[in-house]
């Protein structure tokens, strides 16, 4: 099974919409998705609408990490037959990270592999022991996807992933994980603001960037109003292609 971490400690930058589109499409390619939530605000949860029936029945990431529970006991079906989701809760953010030991989440995905083909989580834009949970569990044969709006936060959160990637690295004597940068929210013309954020990734970051980038559309906002990813809701729309394409470079590059 591969692993796929969406992170940034930026926020707004498209995390969610990244992970749950990218399932979709890799579900529509006959893959077997396991869709795991490690963000408090639940936004992944929410797009399959189990938020409440989570909260309902206890059992959600928070059992995965705290209470030894498996994969396959946290994971919940979806609408969508090839995508399963390991769900979120608000109390996420009220548990005791001292007690959680960064390679939970790894050990969890390898007893479970085989059952999918591949892990892709929704990282909370907290530099937290979640965060350290998901570079840990991509850290061999994975990757990590940062996500990034062409703004004067780029490097901030750019830098901020990639150092707290290679510190867990270090001090659990993991190989990096493969990394690269995702343009979200781009325009259909080229502004000065993204020319000069080109300009910065392209000095800083040349080999570590995808080819695709996302452009923004009021599609994306139609969708995730009504809870459904863009390549559902609107399939031929651009950002949609874009998010195919995406995957595409994503499994090329997973090999």
């Not at 938020?51 to 529970?69: E, F, P, T, V």
């Not at 953010?93 to 989440?105: A, F, G, P, W």
């Not at 800083?204 to 109003?225: L, M």
Request: with cysteine.
């Amino acid at each position: 099974m591969k692993t796929l971490a969406v992170s940034n400690y930026k926020g707004g930058v498209g995390k969610t919409t990244t992970a749950v589109n990218l399932a979709h499409v890799f579900a529509d390619e006959g893959m077997r998705v396991l869709l795991v939530d490690l963000d408090p605000q639940a936004s992944a949860t929410d797009f399959f609408g189990l938020y409440d029936r989570a909260q309902q029945d206890g059992c959600s990431s928070i059992d995965l990490l705290y209470g030894h529970a498996s994969v396959e006991d946290s994971a919940y079906r979806t609408h969508c037959p090839s995508i399963d989701i390991v769900p979120s809760i608000i109390e996420l953010v009220d548990q005791n990270e001292l007690l959680l030991h960064e390679q939970t989440l790894k050990f969890a995905l390898d007893d479970a592999d085989g059952a999918y083909d591949i892990a892709i989580i929704d990282c909370s834009p907290v530099m937290k022991r979640l965060a350290f949970n998901a570079y840990a569990a991509a850290s061999v044969g994975g990757m990590v996807v940062i996500p990034v709006k062409l703004d004067s936060s780029v490097m901030r959160g750019t830098a901020l992933t990639v150092n707290a990637m290679r510190s867990v690295s270090d001090a659990l004597r993991l190989p990096m994980p493969a990394w690269k940068i995702l343009r979200t929210c781009v325009p259909g013309r080229t502004t000065r603001s993204e020319a000069t954020g080109t300009a910065v990734l392209d000095n800083y970051f040349p080999e570590n960037q995808f080819e695709t980038v996302i452009h923004s559309s009021t599609k994306v906002c139609e969708g995730s109003w009504r809870w459904k990813a863009v390549v559902e809701a609107f399939p031929g729309s651009r950002p949609a292609r874009d998010y195919r394409a995406l995957a595409k470079e994503v499994l090329h590059e997973l090999g």
